[in-house]
């Protein structure tokens, strides 16, 4: 498995969630099953765990276990599938947000601009819109608002409309294709950076990741005990924000909802004000660690 992914913030993010041997957990990122395999050494015989994940090569993968439940399916939907499973709470909910390595490094499924590769970018690729289809049927409009709100491109306009202008002549379908359409905009000395931006933003629409981000946030508050605890590790702002907001609020907004006396709080204790980061051992033995963020609170 450890060829599959090689798992974040490992004992960090594992250690935060307080593992009981007859606890029942989730890992709603299964990914290349790091973290799984962390909990389940720390489960007894009677312990649980919930595992999802939308790419079924991570789920083919996965080790055999009696005590693991795989989930193939979005984990927008936690709520719903612990009920399904015969469970009505959980003690502790982990996600790891970053894609998995497996599928940076499989050239088909087309998440890096490394290889000569479809643009594809599905974390489940069996079915849904593929970044191929975004590029060549988007407006400019909405072009240039997903590199501008998901990417934070700068920009985005030019991007969009080069796409746009590229398209016309021939179908953007390869990473190659985008990659040629874009080169009037890339910044020489930082053409990586950019790239990676753009391929983010793509990401994040193609894979509807901030609505089933939203989606987990709130079936999280609606799964996890009292005193229970949700640790989850983020690698850009966007879906850090968001999961700041809930922690302190229990909504995106990050503001408290108060009755009509001016009661109310946050379902969520924050256990870190700051985010626990990656050491500089870590970042140096697997570079995809350093943007990560670790943030945990415990269910009120």
Known sequence: MSEYH????????????SIKEDGIYVDATFGGGG???????????????IAFDRDMDAIEAAPKDSRL???????????????????????????????????????????????????????????GKTAREVVN?????????????????????????LICNNREASPIVTTDDLGRALAPVLPKLSEHKYLAKVYQALR??????????????????????PKGRISIITYHSLEDRMVKNYFKSGNKGGEI???????????????NKKPILPTEEEISA???????????AERR
């Not at 090689?6 to 969630?17: F, K, M, Q, R, W």
Request: without cysteine; positive net charge.
């Open 257 to 271: 909802e108060r009755d009509f006396f001016g009661r109310g709080e946050s379902p969520f204790i924050i256990i």
């Open 69 to 127: 439940i795989l989930v193939h399916n979005n984990f927008r939907f936690v709520h719903n599938f612990i009920r399904a499973n015969g469970f009505d709470k959980v003690d502790g909910i982990l996600a790891d947000l970053g894609v998995s390595s497996h599928q940076f490094d499989t050239m088909e499924r087309g998440f890096s601009f490394r290889f000569s590769a479809p643009l594809d970018m599905r974390m489940n690729n069996k079915g």
């Open 137 to 161: 049927s988007y407006s400019y409009e909405d072009l240039e608002l997903i590199f501008r709100m998901y990417g934070e491109v700068d920009n985005s306009r030019q991007v969009a409309k």
């Open 6 to 17: 090689t798992p974040v913030l490992l004992n960090e993010s594992v250690d935060a969630l």
């Open 35 to 49: 973290h799984s395999k962390e909990i389940l050494s720390r489960l007894g015989k009677k312990g649980k765990l």
């Open 286 to 296: 697997n570079t995809r660690a350093r943007s990560a963020k670790l943030r945990v």
């Open 204 to 225: 994040i629409e193609v894979n509807g990741e901030l609505l089933a981000l939203e989606g987990f946030m709130n079936g999280s508050i609606k799964s996890l005990k």
